[in-house]
């Protein structure tokens, strides 16, 4: 979609016939070279085409036009049709026959809603919050809490302020333009081509995510500094500062009103306890990885070995194992057969107790070495989405990865967490927060009581 805007606003915006076939054709060398470099890359790195492995983008179409969602990534929606022995051509078949059925459902007012539920899912945040939380850096056995996990709620909302300002101003500017019929800046053209081709993309096709809105923000920006220029942005304010400073006092006052209101009305945000995992062990790649599931023979055991270095842990394995019969690859029948796990902390010499779902219960899992045992206990081969299988593709220098024994390929997909209660923001990080609010609200106050020395109307002295 960028490229298309970038395309088109060569077209319009370009000065001679020649610089805009210089400037095409430059774009075209450019996607072609990054085509093939990204496969030579593959080849470098191992990677190998998998007809099981491959999704259809029809995948996706179908998940953005969920009735039961906002348009946003949905587990059952996810892996509907992602069994293995099907192929790429059987999937896709398959998705389309969900998308008219879906799409039949739908009138033209509800797609609508539906469309604009996306957008709002979207663009609605401001921040992005979904895949950005309960991110840890470290070593395997020392994971620590990433910034966003920490300070996320704050970050979002001390966000808000400025994402509403940047939005309001972008609009603002392109309205005055189309409204003035005044020409418009290539790069002003090219950026407003491009969210609206983001979001004609996102919304009206694929799947929805709120971090997906990033590609809209350099454009938005780019709108937004020549929204600062024009707007002039100092006399407006000068403006106001003149009828402001007459009754700047009540202004303060009712100000600082709401301020206290604001502080009030959110404080429980200080007391209510929520629950919160710290995770110290945790497999990643798991949610993307789109493999298709492991097998696993009968009677066939699969061992991992890991350090758990912290008291009062909580297990969690995924369980969830299967067997296939079926006439045909298209009209396969699932028997779900769970795994048998056993867990032992050989420093302690204890048998850990896991449920049929693949939990601990809560606080057993102590400080040691323990040995993750995965058994089929059936006759028959089963299936199973708790193992990672990630072929050829060598994560061996990443210490965060823990394969089963002998088979470096396979890693289980495990997390060990201590659960603990606490507030979305302690009272200190709060109190700062409105502290900084109010210090603001008071010198804004000070400049436009003396607005004369620091805002003058005379615009050649700024």
């Not at 069994?83 to 998308?99: A, D, H």
């Not at 704050?154 to 966000?159: M, T």
């Not at 929204?227 to 500062?241: K, N, T």
């Not at 606080?363 to 299988?389: H, W």
């Amino acid at each position: 979609m960028i490229i298309i805007a970038l395309s088109i606003t060569i077209v319009l915006m370009g000065q001679t016939l020649r610089q805009k076939f210089v400037q095409i054709s430059i774009l075209i060398a450019t996607v072609i070279v990054v085509y093939f470099g990204s496969s030579v890359i593959q080849t470098a790195q191992r990677y190998e085409r998998n007809n099981q492995v491959v999704t259809p983008a029809t995948r996706y179409i179908n998940m953005g036009l969920n009735p039961n969602t906002s348009g946003q990534i949905d587990g059952n929606d996810a892996w509907l049709y992602e069994q293995p022995g099907r192929t790429p051509k059987e999937k896709n078949r398959l998705y389309l026959s969900s998308i008219k059925r879906r799409l039949l459902n739908y009138s033209v007012g509800s797609l609508s809603e539906h469309f604009l539920k996306k957008a709002t899912y979207m663009y609605g945040t401001g921040l992005t919050i979904q895949d950005f939380f309960y991110w840890y850096a470290g070593n395997k056995n020392n994971l620590e809490e990433s910034i966003l996990d920490r300070f996320g709620v704050i970050l979002v909302n001390g966000f808000q302020f400025f994402y509403i300002l940047l939005s309001v101003m972008t609009f603002v500017f392109l309205w005055r333009h189309l409204k003035n019929k005044r020409s418009i800046p290539p790069v002003v053209l090219f950026s407003v081509l491009g969210v609206l081709g983001v979001c004609a993309f996102q919304v009206g096709l694929w799947e929805v995510r709120d971090r997906y809105s990033l590609l809209a923000v350099p454009f938005a920006v780019f709108i937004f500094s020549y929204a600062l220029a024009e707007l002039d942005i100092v006399g407006w304010i000068s403006r106001f500062g003149s009828v402001l400073k007459q009754d700047v006092i009540r202004y303060f006052i009712i100000s600082t009103g709401l301020l206290v209101f604001g502080y009030l009305s959110n404080y429980s945000l200080t007391t209510q306890l929520v629950e919160k995992n710290n995770v110290s062990i945790h497999q990643p790649y798991a949610a993307y990885a789109g493999q298709s599931d492991v097998k696993i023979k009968a009677h066939d055991k699969l061992k991992i070995t890991f350090d758990v270095e912290t008291t009062g842990n909580t297990g969690i394995f995924y369980n969830s194992a299967y067997s296939i019969s079926s006439d045909s690859k298209s009209q396969q029948v699932k028997k779900y057969l769970p795994l048998q796990i056993s867990l032992m902390n050989t420093t302690l010499h204890k048998s850990i107790e896991v449920d049929s779902n693949g939990n601990t219960k809560a606080n057993t899992m102590q400080k040691g070495k323990y040995v993750l045992t995965l058994t089929n206990p059936t006759n028959q081969a089963i299936y199973t989405q708790g193992i990672i299988d990630i072929g050829k593709a060598d994560f061996s220098f990443n210490s965060l990865y823990r394969s089963i024994s002998g088979h470096p390929e396979l890693m289980p997909v495990m997390t060990v967490a201590r659960s603990s209660q606490n507030t979305l923001v302690s009272k200190k990080q709060y109190n700062a927060i409105f502290t900084l609010l109010f210090v603001i609200l008071c010198i804004i106050t000070y400049m436009f009581r003396k607005k004369d020395k620091i805002l003058p109307l005379n615009k050649s002295k700024v």
